[in-house]
């Protein structure tokens, strides 16, 4: 097997070689990349083998640190061109392909896919097959993309990654039979990286989806899809974030002798004008009235609970 081509991209920390198999050698006694250099052409030693019989293009997904071993014997894996196979870079299975086959494989960190423990085990007995619903929207995708990576410009590059994970994960999410509620955490990888980032740039005036998205190479209509899934809006959700931080450091802010302008304005709030009017609609008192209430809802008050809307 020869190194053809191999690519590097920092989003999400996707690597790509595309490898095709040298007809000088006996593709059966070669190794899928592991996570070491793509490529490396090291002998598989995998407790399953994977069968090909017709020449083609092959795309393979290495998932690297997933730090479980298989258990027991992984049934064999029977491959069609075109086909979509996980497989555990750590413990890469034994490839059975003909000369003149070309394998594209994408080594993907476990963590940026959302499985856990368990799951690799689950989504490499079973290739997505070329015809299927999502194989035929990513088998073209992937194998274009592991063609022209390694020419694309930097930005680009990374945003192409980003979407390809992005997609590998909701692949491997269907593959474990999963809704979007029941993954771990209860969403998506791709909801919780955007919700952790905004949790984390809160206290940034100019947080917005345009910023968000641009973040996560992903588009703002499509950031917005994410949220709409969620049942809520980008901006309703800061703003409930922002309102949750402004409600505890008004407390806290009694001892450290902050006004409510300081307060809002830590968190991201231009106006206190602004912030009053929010407040009070969400919690249906003024932030002073919380402040001096100690953080205990008056009677007659809401839950300290914003509302959604």
Not at 47 to 66: D, F, H, I, K, M
Not at 204 to 225: C, F, M, N, Q, T
Not at 228 to 236: A, M
Request: with cysteine; net charge positive.
């Amino acid at each position: 097997m020869t190194r053809s081509d191999t690519s590097t991209l920092a989003a999400a920390g996707l690597r790509i070689a595309v490898l095709d198999l040298d007809p000088a050698l006996d593709g059966r006694a070669t190794g899928l990349p592991g996570p070491g250099l793509p490529g490396d052409g090291r002998p598989g030693t995998g407790a399953y083998r994977l069968t090909a019989r017709t020449g083609g293009a092959y795309l393979l997904v290495g998932v690297r640190g997933a730090g479980v071993p298989p258990a027991g014997r992984t049934p064999d894996v029977s491959l069609q061109p075109g086909d979509i196979c996980f497989y555990d870079a750590n413990h890469p299975p034994l490839p059975d392909f003909p000369e003149r086959c070309r394998l594209k494989v994408f080594l993907v960190p476990c963590e940026e896919l959302g499985l856990v423990d368990g799951d690799l085990r689950r989504v490499v007995a079973t290739p997505v097959a070329r015809s299927s619903r999502l194989g035929t929207l990513l088998s073209p995708f992937l194998s274009e993309l592991a063609d022209t990576a390694v020419a694309a410009a930097p930005v680009v590059g990374e945003m192409l990654a980003r979407n390809a994970v992005n997609l590998l994960a909701t692949l491997a999410t269907e593959q474990l039979g999963r809704t979007g509620t029941d993954t771990p955490g209860g969403r998506s990888p791709l909801v919780a990286r955007v919700l952790r980032f905004i949790d984390e740039h809160l206290a940034d005036a100019d947080l917005s989806p345009e910023v968000i998205a641009g973040a996560h190479h992903i588009s703002v209509r499509y950031l917005h899809k994410l949220f709409q899934d969620e049942g809520t809006t980008v901006g309703r959700w800061i703003q409930r974030r922002r309102l949750e931080e402004c409600r505890r450091d008004l407390v806290l802010g009694v001892r450290n002798r902050r006004t409510i302008a300081s307060v809002a304005g830590r968190w991201g709030f231009l106006s206190a004008t602004h912030f009053s009017r929010v407040f009070r609609a969400a919690y249906g008192m003024s932030p002073s009235e919380w402040r001096d209430s100690g953080g205990r809802v008056p009677a007659g008050a809401r839950g300290m609970r914003p509302r959604s809307r």
